[in-house]
Antibody, heavy 119, light 107 residues
Framework: QVQLKESGPGLVQPSQTLSLTCTVS????????VHWVRQPPGKGLEWMGR???????YYNSALKSRLSISRDTSKSQVFLKMNSLQTEDTAIYYC?????????????WGQGVMVTVSS | DIQMTQSPASLSASLGETVTIECRAS??????LAWYQQKPGKSPQLLIY???SLHTGVPSRFSGSGSGTQYSLKINSLQSEDVASYFC?????????FGAGTKLELK
């Protein structure tokens, strides 16, 4: 069955770089796109960016200067890197799957990984 | 960026009642709208896509409607397991944006 699972450090120091991995199963990264969405504690959802099935990337302009998304299709993994972290980047980070053909809605979500930015 | 204004922010309803949540986009999003349900401590789950299509496995008491800039999610015959937060999301244009959410509680 379709699964996505985020992994990464739970605590990052201010000004440091966040590195997260989304490991997927049950589908191919060459057939579906993966997007990253984050949610500060008790708040709403923010779309961050996406890795399209063809390898193309697109980022939220609010984060573009700090964000990078890449992948390793052989390992079924998508990577998120974001630098210059601040306390306002404290959030649950989700990777999600998009079918692409009928619309860019998120039909499957990972469980999320909580990232706290603190010294 | 397209702004999504969701209302109400919170809602209290009784079992068996029908509830409606609204979402207004700052411009026409041509039915590029999804609704998600999020229970405490869990990731969001897709309910409705393309404004009115029910995702696989979602109970038929959930329905979506609307067009242009105005969309709504209706829950018929509210069940206890529907207590959750609900978010709308537009995917018509980048950056994709979400409504602020509606917290649904039982009266």
């Amino acid at each position: 069955q379709v699964q996505l699972k985020e992994s990464g450090p739970g605590l990052v120091q201010p000004s440091q770089t966040l590195s997260l991995t989304c490991t997927v199963s049950g589908f191919s990264l060459m057939d579906y796109s993966v997007h990253w969405v984050r949610q500060p504690p008790g708040k709403g959802l923010e779309w961050m960016g996406r890795m399209k099935y063809d390898g193309d990337t697109y980022y939220n302009s609010a984060l573009k200067s700090r964000l990078s998304i890449s992948r390793d299709t052989s390992k079924s993994q998508v990577f998120l890197k974001m630098n210059s972290l601040q306390t306002e980047d404290t959030a649950i980070y989700y990777c999600t799957r998009v079918e692409d053909y009928s619309g860019d809605y998120f039909d499957y979500w990972g469980q999320g990984v909580m990232v706290t930015v603190s010294s | 960026d397209i702004q999504m204004t969701q209302s109400p922010a919170s809602l209290s309803a009784s079992l068996g009642e029908t509830v409606t949540i609204e979402c207004r986009a700052s411009e026409d999003i041509y039915n590029g709208l999804a609704w998600y349900q999020q229970k405490p401590g869990k990731s969001p789950q897709l309910l409705i896509y393309n404004a009115n299509s029910l995702h696989t496995g979602v109970p038929s008491r959930f329905s979506g409607s609307g067009s242009g800039t105005q969309y709504s999610l209706k829950i018929n015959s509210l069940q206890s397991e529907d207590v959750a937060s609900y978010f709308c999301q537009q995917y018509y244009d980048y950056p994709y944006t979400f409504g602020a959410g509606t917290k649904l509680e039982l009266k």
